[in-house]
């Protein structure tokens, strides 16, 4: 059962889905949006051979110069609250929108044009200076939802407000410049490539899009957070 409620605000921060009660994240993928076969190919282009389509279109199927999946991007079925979808997080990351209710995060906060961002973590461990991530940013209201209903954020999270976020690389699978099949990765089944490997970056099909997190300042507080947000929301509703 899919239904919409609204958060405690407006602008910025959009309505989030629910299912069953429990929210579900902008970049939670659903049944609906298998990825099927992609129609790998060899290309040869400026710069050398690398990973295509057949048939491709480049300002489709590439993304700051990387090949990303051809699937469907429309929520519906069940969401799978373990799978994220490609295509909006990579939407969500590089537009920096909330990965929970998919609006934008710059200026959220009147006082304040850092952007924060989320991570399961044990007790006591920070977000450090100069840490890659895959995980979009979020409002400080969504945070808050997330850390009450997602299971591993509920075991220990760190949050961090990011003064910028530059694009480092993408995780995704690497194929074999000859057979085509997929290279062995480590245990998070996936091999994480900086855009300066221009070797590597040719033969990944791109999953997430990372972004390295720059002037961080840890956050422990985050109803005080999402207070101010809500707070600069309403003061922008026009009476
Ligand atoms: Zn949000």
Redesign the pocket.
Known sequence: MVTEMN?PTTG???P?QYWDGAPVP?ITAWSRERIPPQPLTTIHGRGGTGLGFQNEISHVDRHYGVLWPRMPAARGGRPNFMAVHALRQRQAMGRLL??????P?CG?RRSDERTLFLAAAPAGRQIADGEQTASPP??A??ARLAVEYCPPLGRGWAAALVEYAPVWGVAGPIYHPQTLDQLPADRTGVHHVPFTDERRIRWVLAARLIVTLKGVTPVTDLDALADEEIASARARVPR
Do not use: E, K, L, M
Not at 98 to 103: A, D, I, K, L, R
């Open positions: 958060n910025c921060i959009r989030v902008f909330c990965q929970v209710c998919g609006g995060t959220s979020v409002h209201v969504c």
